[in-house]
Each structure stands twice: as C-alpha cells, then as structure tokens.
C-alpha cells in the first residue's frame, strides 16, 4: 500500500471566551491507500475535529497535511471544495438525507455537482441501492424507512461518487445492533473493493472490525495499532 493521506503535528485550536481551547494537540499521522482505519475516542476527545480535517471540511492551526502528495492545509474553501468532491464522500449518524426526496434522488444529487447527465446519475444511483440491498426501495422517501435503510441510502450515495477515500463519523450510533453490523459489513465490502475506510466511533466494539486501530485522548494520539 501507498501513503495517502499524510498528517504532520497537526494542531487546531479554538478561542472561547479570553481561553484557548486545544482541540486537535500536535497529531502525526500517516494513512494508506486502501486501509480500514478507526479512530476512537470518547465524546470531546477529539476525534470529531480530526475528522473534519482529513474530510478537508477544516484547516488546522497548524501542522501540515498532505493528501495523494498534494497539500491540502492552506488550501482555501473553493479548493477544499473540489478536493472534497472528487476524493472524499462522508457518512454521518444524522444520515444526512433530504426529507423530500426519494432514496434514488437523494443517492443522485451530489452527482449534479460533477455536472453529470441526468441519464448516467440516474443509472449510477440505481446501481448503487441495488448494492447495498435497496432495489425496492429506490421511490421511497426518508420518513418511509427505517434507521438502518437510511444509513444504507447514504452509504448508496457514497458508493455513487465512487471517490477513494470514505468517511464515517458515528454510522452506526443511531442503530441497533443488527442494523449496525449490516453497515459494518457493507463498509467492509467497500474496503475489499480498495476504498480507504476511515471510521469515527466511540464504541470498541465497531472499532474492533478495522484492521487499524487509532485512538485519540484529550486532543492527542495516545495509540495506534494494527487489529
């Protein structure tokens, strides 16, 4: 495997009030093209911030950080814009849908962005739930389905961008137990198909199922093993 996304002490602070808030504190890390990565924490440990930098949706105080060799830490908002549409798709607990679409027009519209054709979006999408398991689903809307098939519309969304890289911040923290290791299993899938899985969670459980293990504690990288 090859190096893909490069951090190099990383930092992200905050000013609250007349105090500094150190959110990210001085973090290297280096990432591979293809791996199943989680990155673990408790609720302000974080592991959210760090997220919202390797998903070029923040910048850091400081540091560096390099992605597919390019640097991407000074970049502004139009730039990170671009990145974020070609090389990174996000899954969020929230789910993210719009409630008056339907699943295949929720999966189709960030396909608009890439100035595709309505013909091509609609048959990506298509293809998309059909994988993960939602071909009779396709008309219907948000409030027809359950949590674990919303999860799997946005899950179907990210497969549509077909981008390298995946980012799921707490996928399975609105889901039961069955409904989690559905999501799991399918992000499992996508990782054999060589997507880079970069996993957000609190649970140690969901974090056993990656094949690489980072844990984060009060802004720093306190551990970073190989499952």
Same mark, same amino acid.
């Given at each position: ?6 951090? /190099? ?13 150190? %959110? ?8 591979? /093209? #293809? +791996?199943?990565? %989680? ?23 400081? #540091? ?12 502004? +908002? ?21 409630? #008056? ?18 013909? /091509? ?46 980012? %799921?911040?707490?996928?399975? #923290? ?6 989690? /290791? ?5 992000? +499992? +899938? ?38």
């Amino acid at each position: 495997m090859s190096k893909l996304m490069s951090l /190099k002490n990383i930092s992200k602070v905050y000013s609250v009030g007349n105090s500094l808030i150190r %959110a990210i504190d001085n973090i290297s890390l280096d990432i591979d /093209k #293809g +791996e199943f990565m %989680a990155i673990i924490g408790k609720s302000g440990s974080g592991k959210s911030t760090l997220m919202n930098i390797l998903g070029c949706l923040d910048i850091p105080s400081s #540091g560096t950080y390099f992605l597919n060799s390019t640097p991407v830490f000074n970049m502004d +908002e139009n730039k990170l814009s671009k990145i974020r549409n070609m090389q990174i798709s996000f899954i969020f607990q929230s789910f993210n849908l719009i409630p #008056g679409l339907s699943s295949l027009e929720n999966v189709a519209l960030p396909l608009m962005y890439r100035k595709m054709n309505k013909s /091509k979006r609609i048959k990506r999408a298509t293809e998309a739930l059909e994988i993960v398991g939602l071909k009779e689903r396709i008309n219907h809307h948000p409030c027809e389905l359950s949590g674990g098939q919303q999860q799997r519309v946005a899950i179907a969304r990210a497969i549509a961008l077909d981008t390298p890289i995946i980012l %799921a911040d707490e996928p399975t #923290g609105n889901l039961d137990s069955a409904c989690s /290791k559905d999501i799991i299993r399918v992000l +499992e +899938e996508l990782n054999l198909l060589g997507k880079t899985i970069i996993l957000i969670t609190h649970d140690d459980k969901i974090a056993s199922k990656a094949s690489r293990i980072v844990k984060i504690h009060d802004g720093r990288l306190i551990s970073d093993s190989k499952n």
